[in-house]
Every structure is written in C-alpha cells, then in structure tokens.
C-alpha cells in the first residue's frame, strides 16, 4: 500500500508544475513561490513520513504496484523495500529542508518562473527513480532527474557560464545515461527481462555481470562525481539557484550512490573478486582528489561541490569493502561497512544540504560567491554563521556532530580488513584507509579556508560590509538541518539500528543492536574491541568547558577590554593586510599541489628603485581535464571539420558516395553469416 | 562501592594530568636551561604565568568576535578530556569506552579546527600564517597518526586504548617491525602536534618562524593561559599515550590495591621525567627546520607509518 501512497505524492508534484505555470501568469511571482514551495514543503514530509512508516516496519513488507503507464501491456512497476525506502527519506528529507529554505530564499529569485515549474518535477523524478522497480521506469525517471535538474542548472541564462555548464552536464549526463542503458540492456538479457524480479531471480553469467559491473561504474559514477567523470559537477552544482545545489549536491548524488547499490548489491548477484578493487581505488582517488580541488577554489559554492566530490569517494570506498567483505563471505563484516556508507550518504545529505543554504544566504546578503571578496560576515549574519560553523564541523568528520560517527565506522570496518585472504585487498585497503585519513584531514583544512575567510577577519568589501541577516524561513531551515547533524552525532545507534533491515537485505548480515547498548554508546563488534559515545563526549566537552569557564570568572578574572590589534606599530591597517584564501592554501599547495596539479608560482619583481607593484602569478593546471576531456574535445572538433568538407561535394561525388554505401551495404549483408 | 571508587579513580586522573601538564613543561624548560649552562626558571613558573595571566583582563581586538571567546574554552576543555582519557597511572578508567583511540585523535582535531579559526578571527596576517601552517603540519600529521594507530589496532586487535595498553602489558606482544616503525613515527606526529623543534619554537617570537604562537597572537589574559594550559595538557597526553603503548609497566586497573596504585603513579612520574630529559636532549641538539623542510620531516612519519600498517596487513607476525 505505501508505494501506493508514495505515487500519489509524487503525482501531485507532477502537478505542481502546471499549475505553477498557470499561477505564475496570472498571480505574479511572490504569491506562486510561497505557493510552490509551500506545497513542495508539504508533500515531501508526507513522502518522508511514508519513507519512515516503511523503513520503520517491523514486520518489512515490500510492497509493489505496477501501473498501467508507459509500455502498453508491460506497465510500469514500482516497489519500496528497505534500501528504497532508506533513499526515500534522504531524497524527502532533502526536498523538505530546501522546499522550507526557498519559501524564504525563493523571493530573492530574479526570474522565479524559471525555476518553479522544474523544481517539483526534479524532486518527482528523485523519487521515482529510487521507486522504480524496472529498467524502463529507472531509466526513464533518471533522465527526467538529469534534464530538470538541467533546466534548474541553466535557469539564470545570461551568465555565460551558466550556459557553459549547462552544456557540459547535459553531455555527461547522456554519457551517463547511455551506460546505464547498455547495463539495463545486458542484465536484461536475450529474453528482455527488463522487470527487476525477472533479473533478481536470473542474475546474469560472469562475464556479462563483470560488463555490467563496469557501465554501472561509469553510469552511476559520472551523475554522482566519481574520478574523472566529475567534471561537470563544480560547473553545474554552484550554477543552479542554491537550494537547488543543495538538492543536486546533498540529494541527486545520493540517488546515484542508489543507483549503484541497487545494481551491483541488489541485481548483479554474486560480485567478482576484483569488483572491489576497483571501487575502493576510485573512491579513495576521489576522495583525496576532490578535496584538494576544493582547497584551491575561490567561489564558495564551487568549494563545497568540490567537497562532494569527496564525500562521494568516502561512500564509494566505504561501499568498495562492503563488496570486498561481501564477496569473502564475511557478512558481519559487510554489514558494517555497508551500515559506514550508508549513514554517511545520510549525514553527507544533511551537512551539505546546509552548508549550500549558508552559501546561498551569503550570496544573497553579499551578491558574491568569490570568498577573497567576503569576510567578517559573523558580526553581520550571526545566525547564518553559526549553522554555517555547525556544517563545516560536521563536514570535517569532527566530534560530537554526525560526519565523525560515519567516519569512524568506516575506519573501524578498515581494521576489520586483514581477515580478508586476497593480496590485492591486503594491499589496496591500508592505502586506501591512509587515503581517506589524508582526505579528512584536508577536509577540515578545507572548511578552516571556507569558514574563516567568509565569516571571519574585517569584511574585505563594501558588499560584505553590508550585509544583512537571512530570513526566518531560510534560517529555520538552516537550524533544523543543523539539529538533525547534532542528534545524529549523539546518538547514532539509532540511526544505526534503522539501516540494518537495509543492510540485512543486500548483504545478509547486520550490525548488533546498538540502541539496547549502555549509555547510548555504539559498538560496532565487542566493547573491548572498540566503542565511541557522541552523547558522552558531548556532555564532557559542553560540561568541562563550563566549569572552566565558571571557575574561571569566579576565582580570576571576567573583565575584557577592547584594542586595536596588533599591527606592528602600523595604525588603521587596511583590510587588504588581512591574509587571503590563496595564501591561506599556499602552503598546501605547495606540498600537494606540484604534482596534482603541476603548480607553479612566479614571482616578478620590479627593477630596483621602481615603484611599481610586485606580482605573483599562481599556475594551475587541471591534468584530468587536460589529458582527458581537451583531447575529446580537439578530437571531436578535429572530426566534425573534416566531415564539414562533405557539404560542399559535386552532385557526381555525392552519387558515387550514394553507390558506394549501397554496394558496402549489400556486402556486409552478403557475407553476414 | 564500585561505581564510587570507579569515579574517583576518574576524577583522580582527570586533577592529575591537570596539576601534572604545568610542571612538566616547567620541567622541560629546566632542563633544557640546565643544558645550556643557565640557571633557568623554577619548576614552578608556568603555575605563577597560568595564575598571573588568569587574573588579568582580557584585551579582546576591536572586531573580535564571539566565536573568539569561546574558542578558548572549547579548546581547553577539548584537550582536557582527551587527556583525562588515557591511562596515565592506571587503566580501565570509568569513561574509557566513551572515546577510542581514534575518537581520541578527532577531539584533538576539533581543538586544532578551532584555534586554526581563532586565527583568522581578528583578520591579522599573524593569525591567518599561524593557521595556514598549522593546517598544512596537521594535514600530514593527522593521516600519520590514524595510520600508527591501525598498526597498534590491529597488533592488540581493538582500537579501546585501556585493551591495547593491556595488551601491550602482556608477554603476547614480542618484538616487532611494525611496532619499531610505529614508535618512530609517533615520536616524529608527537613532536610536530606539540610544536616543539625541529617543526616549531614554543620559545620564539619571532614571526616568520613561528606556527603555533602566531595563531594565538591576539590572545590575552585568561584566554591566553588556557590556550596555553591545552597546550601543557596535549604534550602530556602525547608523552602518557607513546608511555601507555610502549612502556606500559606499573599500570594498574582500579581493582588494584593501594600499593600497587602508588607504584603506578611512581612509575608513571618517573616515565615523564625521563621523556622529559629525553625531549630536552633532542630540542637542545637540533636546529629548526625552515617552514618547508617539515613537509619532508612529516612524510617520512606518514610513509613509516604506511609501512607498518602495510606490513600487518600483509602479514600477522610482523
């Protein structure tokens, strides 16, 4: 009955995009955008709601409906199990806190209408695509994903980069779908199976499932960001209005991450030993990758989709020794790295969800996303600044909030790893372990940069210097996020327990119950073997830091007195003194960046006595576009101008061609055995 | 009864490293001044500086914010419960199980995140090289140190600090390379977390060579003395925790009589003496690294590091 229910909600967003249309005309843009987003806001906690009910449901009825829509006599199937229901909840819960987030950053908009009629469509289409419960509807679904969210992409059209990004996602994203075709193709088989059940019930032979295992790689991989196939997300994620990144970034690479699950744990049967290898090399690429590109950003918004990047290759690694364990046998082992990736999909889907509405208030109070232009915005966004802080302490995998916990159970499922017997694995897991503790580490130097040159230090501009603070609406749904980040920090057993039917259905193994565990704690295997308390540590760090605050005014000192700061005897610096964002990475770039990204610094003085200004050039180079997308790119331009010259042939040419590709024809047909 | 003296045994350790972090360093300074035929400070010195900068005003920068007053406290309170989580004289502590070692590491790193944007706060160049270097050190360091702490995991099979210093106790362990590869590598993480020479000069002020004081620049007064208290704090959690799972003697569960206990506190004094001498020894006969050589310094921990791990991974009895 509830997959009943859940298609209802998600035709009524259908609906939703008529009659934003029909309203915008005819009732102006302000009443439409609270009308919209009000009625997102409302349906998405219903799908939530629903989501819940299933993943909550003791007893874990499937439930299925196969609708009279799409292919005549075929129908189209849908189904909530476990996982679906899991990835309904981060997919609606998502929707809902944007949804409650543009009611109030929606009418700051410059062409509403632009984007209204898409934005429930796209989250119908999220919806869908996780519903689905065959090849034809996934796949149809997940192109409606990809060409709202595009149309969302290129809703502020006069940016030419906008429309730059816009092209480059729509090329990726028809990359993306072709492969998922052929994959849905080959699992179908010879006989066309294209039902979910028929390929469960008859999973496909080695050699197919290792093709299939590949094109689901690539396919799912590119919408979610995996290494190289990311290049579109930092041009497209940031280029959409900000509760719209926020859904692409915190919500659509999760719906990938779904994809990817259901196809290599659910359908594909028995995983090769080498399927493994390859996740966990990719994830652990990505991650290291993605965040040393966000260090070397300047656009706040693009340093946050660089994050995600990140975050993906965390939750591909995490799923990578899920399969390796998986493949061995050893479910219990599985079960937690699984339960690692899957809370962190979770977690991730919150924090970056709130850092983009941060970054969009600050958009909207500054009229600037370059953060070398920022600064001091704490003095005047308080509020905004305080749950921006919150994500960024979730986001670099520190205690007591959620990012950490994920993490954690994620390095716990690495020590489980020596257990495993295939040498590859023995040596592809501790780099990959050491890759993702380089990854967090530069994680939390990322959002130092992203945090303390936005909100810190003296406004470098007249655009920071004025700023105002966001509205309620934006800021309730700031401030809710940011409470679910804490709860799932200190008390992560429950959130924990309520992944395992998901985890028991794909890997046949789960974590012990954590919610009957003493004092809240979690215990991933045996209390002496490891165990962590957010609640506790919590409690310890909010407690000791109030009696040191408490003794301290009592028995010292509370007087505080106000100076300029020390600026070596120079008065009234000026703000340009302030350290940069690229200083600030200078270092980092140094040690890293020479060889990731070939840099190179060049400094020109001016001839002595002059007084013109010192320069300091820094270059760049992104080597996986230059070695990757340039050489298609020169190669696909290479081919289109020799074609061109087909256009301007005699009519005696254009015959012979004519005669030539019927006799070729004829041939092929005649030797065709 | 148990749950009482269990408690007490807790609070015991969380005074002890409190009252201990101060004259340690009061100690190490000593020594090092000894070592280069001055008389030096009394032992009791940073007791009188923490006291003496606690009762003065705070002189906040005219655009500090709230985050900047706050920071402190959180720091402070951070580095004391990391720090009144390891075994120093006795394990099984009440609240050990509430944070393993790796949970250890990120409270730690939450107290570093913190600093590093206390010094972007006032938007002085000071604060904003002491934190770019800071980031730059704890990004190669942090990776190093999660990698020495799976060597340890898996060699004592858990990641619970009071298990693997038991088991560290126990004739089981034997001499291994990945243990050797892990102590060098943790006395190089140790070092550079702690700022001290060759990565950075606690005695300095000079700006260019400094990291860790030129974050904390525009700190004053209480602020100042409880950045600095952490800071106590965090080279005694390093010299009790490299103390617990290498030289692991005379640490004793609750249950233990009193006898014993004492032992353990004696051992446990007499192991910060000796690191103490040790660490005086080293900073009195090296020079400082210029800012980009550290890199290097680091690298080698992490790749030491990875060796160990890789090597327990490839095999059991490495």
């Given at each position: 009955m509830m997959v009943v229910y859940a298609l209802f909600g998600v035709a009524a967003l259908v609906a939703l995009a008529p009659i934003a249309v029909a309203f915008g005309v005819s009732q102006g843009k302000d009443t439409t955008t609270t009308l919209i987003y009000g009625a997102c806001l409302i349906v998405t906690l219903g799908l939530c709601t629903i989501a819940l009910l299933s993943l909550f449901d003791v007893s874990h009825t499937i439930s299925q409906a196969t609708l009279p829509l799409?292919?005549?006599?075929?129908?189209?199937?849908?189904?909530?199990?476990?996982?679906?229901?899991?990835?309904?909840?981060?997919?609606?819960?998502?929707?809902?806190?944007?949804?409650?987030?543009?009611?109030?950053?929606?009418?700051?908009?410059?062409?509403?209408?632009?984007?209204?009629?898409?934005?429930?469509?796209?989250?119908?289409?999220?919806?869908?695509?996780?519903?689905?419960?065959?090849?034809?509807?996934?796949?149809?679904?997940?192109?409606?994903?990809?060409?709202?969210?595009?149309?969302?992409?290129?809703?502020?059209?006069?940016?030419?980069?906008?429309?730059?990004?816009?092209?480059?996602?729509?090329?990726?994203?028809?990359?993306?779908?072709?492969?998922?075709?052929?994959?849905?193709?080959?699992?179908?088989?010879?006989?066309?199976?294209?039902?979910?059940?028929?390929?469960?019930?008859?999973?496909?032979?080695?050699?197919?499932?290792?093709?299939v295992f590949i094109l689901a790689i690539v396919g799912t991989g590119s919408k979610a960001g995996l290494i190289p196939l990311h290049a579109w997300l930092p041009l497209a994620h940031p280029a959409a209005p900000s509760h719209v990144s926020a859904l692409m970034s915190g919500v659509m690479t999760k719906v990938a991450v779904y994809g990817f699950v259901r196809i290599v744990f659910d359908l594909l049967g028995t995983p090769a030993w080498w399927w493994s290898l390859v996740v966990l090399a990719i994830g652990g690429a990505t991650a290291v990758m993605g965040v040393l590109y966000a260090l070397m950003q300047r656009d706040l918004k693009r340093v946050l989709a660089y994050s995600t990047i990140e975050n993906i290759g965390i939750i591909f690694a995490a799923l990578g020794l899920a399969l390796a364990f998986k493949t061995e046998g050893l479910n219990w082992a599985a079960a937690l790295a699984l339960t690692?990736?899957?809370?962190?999909?979770?977690?991730?889907?919150?924090?970056?969800?709130?850092?983009?509405?941060?970054?969009?208030?600050?958009?909207?109070?500054?009229?600037?996303?370059?953060?070398?232009?920022?600064?001091?915005?704490?003095?005047?966004?308080?509020?905004?600044?305080?749950?921006?802080?919150?994500?960024?302490?979730?986001?670099?995998?520190?205690?007591?909030?959620?990012?950490?916990?994920?993490?954690?159970?994620?390095?716990?499922?690495?020590?489980?790893?020596?257990q495993l017997p295939s040498w590859g694995l023995k040596l592809m897991v501790p780099a990959v372990g050491a890759l993702l503790a380089l990854s967090a580490a530069l994680a939390a130097a990322c959002f130092v940069r992203a945090f303390g040159f936005t909100f810190l230090g003296r406004a470098r501009t007249p655009a920071a210097s004025g700023a105002q603070e966001t509205d309620s609406n934006s800021l309730a749904a700031m401030y809710i996020v940011a409470a679910l980040c804490l709860i799932a920090g200190i008390l992560p057993g429950v959130f924990i327990d309520a992944l395992a039917p998901v985890v028991q259905s794909l890997v046949g193994g789960r974590m012990p119950v954590q919610t009957s565990v003493e004092w809240l704690s979690i215990v991933p295997i045996a209390e002496s073997r490891s165990s962590y308390n957010g609640?506790?540590?919590?409690?310890?760090?909010?407690?000791?830091?109030?009696?040191?605050?408490?003794?301290?005014?009592?028995?010292?000192?509370?007087?505080?007195?106000?100076?300029?700061?020390?600026?070596?005897?120079?008065?009234?610096?000026?703000?340009?003194?302030?350290?940069?964002?690229?200083?600030?990475?200078?270092?980092?770039?140094?040690?890293?960046?020479?060889?990731?990204?070939?840099?190179?610094?060049?400094?020109?003085?001016?001839?002595?006595?002059?007084?013109?200004?010192?320069?300091?050039?820094?270059?760049l180079h992104d080597l996986i576009w230059d070695s990757l997308y340039a050489p298609i790119a020169a190669g696909v331009a290479f081919a289109a101008e020799r074609l061109n010259y087909l256009q301007f042939l005699t009519i005696r040419s254009y015959l012979s061609l004519v005669f030539t590709a019927l006799v070729l024809l004829l041939l092929v047909l005649a030797i065709w055995p | 009864m148990a749950v009482i003296r269990d408690i007490a045994f807790q609070g015991g350790q969380m005074l002890l490293v409190l009252l201990l972090?101060?004259?340690?360093?009061?100690?190490?300074?000593?020594?090092?001044?000894?070592?280069?035929?001055?008389?030096?400070?009394?032992?009791?010195?940073?007791?009188?500086?923490?006291?003496?900068?606690?009762?003065?005003?705070?002189?906040?920068?005219?655009?500090?914010?709230?985050?900047?007053?706050?920071?402190?406290?959180?720091?402070?309170?951070?580095?004391?419960?990391?720090?009144?989580?390891?075994?120093?004289?006795?394990?099984?502590?009440?609240?050990?199980?509430?944070?393993d070692l790796i949970a250890l590491i990120a409270v730690l790193g939450s107290a570093r995140f913190f600093l590093a944007l206390a010094g972007l706060d006032v938007g002085t160049a000071f604060g904003g090289i002491g934190s770019s270097r800071e980031?730059?050190?704890?990004?190669?360091?942090?990776?190093?140190?999660?990698?020495?702490?799976?060597?340890?995991?898996?060699?004592?099979?858990?990641?619970?600090?009071?298990?693997?210093?038991?088991?560290?106790?126990?004739?089981?362990?034997?001499?291994?390379?990945?243990?050797?590869?892990?102590?060098?590598?943790?006395?190089?993480?140790?070092?550079?977390?702690?700022?001290?020479?060759?990565?950075?000069?606690?005695?300095?002020?000079?700006?260019?060579?400094?990291?860790?004081?030129?974050?904390?620049?525009?700190?004053?007064?209480?602020?100042?003395?409880?950045?600095?208290?952490?800071?106590?704090?965090?080279?005694?959690?390093?010299?009790?925790?490299?103390?617990?799972?290498?030289?692991?003697?005379?640490?004793?569960?609750?249950?233990?009589?009193?006898?014993?206990?004492?032992?353990?506190?004696?051992?446990?004094?007499?192991?910060?003496?000796?690191?103490?001498?040790?660490?005086?020894?080293?900073?009195?006969?090296?020079?400082?690294?210029?800012?980009?050589?550290?890199?290097?310094?680091?690298?080698?921990?992490?790749?030491?590091?990875?060796?160990?791990?890789?090597?327990?991974?490839?095999?059991?009895?490495?």
């Open positions: 799409g292919l005549p006599w075929l129908g189209a199937h849908f189904r909530i199990d476990a996982l679906a229901s899991f990835f309904l909840v981060v997919v609606n819960l998502g929707g809902a806190a944007a949804s409650l987030f543009a009611l109030g950053y929606g009418r700051h908009e410059e062409s509403p209408l632009r984007v209204l009629p898409f934005y429930p469509v796209y989250l119908a289409a999220m919806n869908l695509v996780v519903m689905a419960d065959d090849a034809f509807s996934f796949l149809v679904s997940w192109e409606f994903m990809s060409l709202t969210s595009w149309a969302l992409v290129i809703s502020n059209h006069r940016v030419r980069e906008n429309l730059r990004a816009g092209f480059i996602y729509l090329l990726m994203a028809g990359f993306g779908t072709l492969s998922l075709l052929l994959a849905f193709g080959l699992l179908a088989g010879a006989a066309g199976n294209y039902a979910f059940d028929a390929i469960r019930a008859a999973p496909p032979v080695a050699g197919v499932a290792a093709l690692a990736g899957l809370f962190h999909v979770f977690n991730h889907s919150l924090f970056k969800s709130l850092l983009f509405f941060g970054a969009g208030s600050v958009l909207n109070a500054t009229g600037t996303r370059d953060i070398e232009q920022l600064g001091g915005l704490i003095h005047r966004m308080p509020q905004t600044a305080f749950v921006f802080l919150a994500g960024c302490v979730a986001i670099s995998a520190l205690p007591p909030l959620n990012g950490f916990v994920s993490e954690w159970l994620t390095f716990q499922a690495i020590l489980q790893s020596p609640l506790l540590v919590f409690v310890f760090m909010i407690s000791s830091g109030a009696i040191a605050a408490f003794a301290i005014h009592r028995l010292a000192s509370d007087k505080v007195r106000r100076g300029p700061a020390w600026g070596c005897g120079y008065p009234d610096a000026s703000t340009a003194t302030q350290y940069t964002a690229d200083s600030f990475a200078q270092p980092i770039r140094r040690v890293f960046g020479t060889v990731v990204f070939r840099a190179r610094e060049i400094g020109e003085m001016p001839p002595p006595g002059s007084t013109e200004p010192a320069r300091l050039t820094v270059e | 972090a101060p004259l340690l360093t009061g100690f190490v300074r000593k020594v090092k001044a000894r070592l280069l035929r001055r008389q030096g400070p009394p032992l009791l010195q940073p007791y009188r500086d923490l006291i003496r900068l606690m009762r003065k005003d705070a002189v906040l920068a005219d655009n500090a914010s709230w985050l900047f007053r706050v920071i402190p406290y959180f720091v402070f309170a951070a580095t004391w419960i990391a720090a009144s989580l390891v075994p120093t004289f006795g394990s099984g502590l009440l609240f050990s199980w509430s944070a980031v730059m050190i704890a990004s190669l360091a942090e990776p190093a140190m999660l990698m020495i702490m799976f060597t340890l995991a898996l060699i004592a099979g858990s990641t619970q600090l009071s298990t693997m210093s038991a088991f560290m106790n126990s004739p089981e362990v034997g001499l291994r390379v990945s243990l050797g590869l892990g102590l060098i590598a943790l006395i190089i993480v140790a070092i550079a977390e702690n700022a001290r020479i060759p990565v950075d000069n606690p005695a300095t002020h000079l700006e260019l060579t400094m990291v860790h004081e030129a974050m904390v620049l525009e700190y004053s007064g209480r602020h100042l003395a409880q950045i600095e208290l952490a800071a106590m704090l965090k080279l005694l959690l390093y010299i009790s925790l490299i103390a617990c799972l290498f030289v692991p003697w005379g640490i004793s569960p609750p249950t233990a009589d009193p006898v014993h206990l004492a032992i353990g506190v004696v051992a446990y004094v007499g192991k910060l003496a000796v690191a103490g001498v040790m660490l005086a020894l080293f900073e009195t006969a090296i020079a400082k690294m210029r800012v980009f050589r550290v890199p290097g310094f680091l690298g080698a921990a992490l790749m030491l590091a990875l060796l160990a791990a890789l090597l327990r991974f490839v095999s059991r009895s490495f």
